[in-house]
């Protein structure tokens, strides 16, 4: 069974701090992963995406994998009370032509103001 | 216009009831997905297909049957509803996995079903 297991949190953070998410995957056949922001009562929207060892910044987000480990995290620099979510990571799996994303079960974020 | 949309936005119906939801995607997507949402977030994948093709069938009971008529729709009907199907139901779309490895999913704004 392939997973990825994130803390359910919730994390709480100040205004201004940096939020540090994090989630493990099981499959090492993975080669993308994906961070999600969701909402409640909404549909899940693309944060990050990352597909090689290292970071990769997008504005106040920074997304970091190492395969080696198995692990990704995302980093929320200056959180905002607006970034208060659910964080769904993902990573695909499965053979070619049977491919789908894994989805762990989120970190709830709150941003105290 | 809305990329992915699924219909209706909201069920409430009694155990033992049939129902169904639609779903429909503008992105000229190959391959879509029903993904169920329970009560704790969890996302799992349910079924994929791609170009009206059965890809995916999760451990899901028969129950549920999906139905793709053309690579833009993949609908989904529940038999003999259980209280346990009470979940939000989500439906994806994604463009081609290539040498990239992308698999972006682009989400419906689900469709929360209540069974009573």
């Not at chain 1, 994090?22 to 961070?35: A, E, K, L, V």
């Not at chain 2, 199907?85 to 469709?111: H, I, K, Q």
Request: with cysteine.
């Amino acid at each position: 069974q392939k997973e990825v297991e994130q803390n359910s949190g919730p994390l709480s953070v100040p205004e201004g701090a940096i939020a540090s998410l994090n989630c493990t995957y099981s499959d090492r056949g993975s080669q993308s992963f994906f961070w999600y922001r969701q909402y409640s009562g909404k549909s899940p929207e693309l944060i990050m995406s990352i597909y090689s060892n290292g970071d990769k910044e997008d504005g106040r987000f920074t997304a970091q994998l190492n395969k080696a480990s198995q692990y990704v995290s995302l980093l929320i620099r200056d959180s905002q009370p607006s970034d208060s979510a659910t964080y769904l990571c993902a990573a695909s799996s499965g053979d070619t032509g049977r491919r789908a994303l894994t989805f762990g079960s989120g970190t709830r974020l709150q941003v105290q103001p | 216009d809305t990329a992915v949309s699924q219909t209706p936005k909201y069920l409430v119906t009694q155990m033992g009831n049939d129902k169904s939801i639609k779903c429909e995607q503008n992105l000229g997507h190959d391959t879509m997905y029903w993904y169920k949402q329970d009560s704790k977030k969890f996302l799992k994948i349910m079924f994929s297909y791609n170009n009206k093709e059965l890809i995916i069938n999760e451990t899901v009971p028969n129950r549920f049957s999906p139905k793709s008529p053309d690579k833009a729709h993949l609908n989904l009907h529940i038999n003999s509803l259980e209280l346990g199907d009470s979940a939000v139901y989500f439906c994806a779309s994604s463009p081609p996995w290539g040498r990239s490895n992308t698999g972006e999913l682009f989400f419906g704004e689900g469709s929360r079903l209540t069974v009573l």
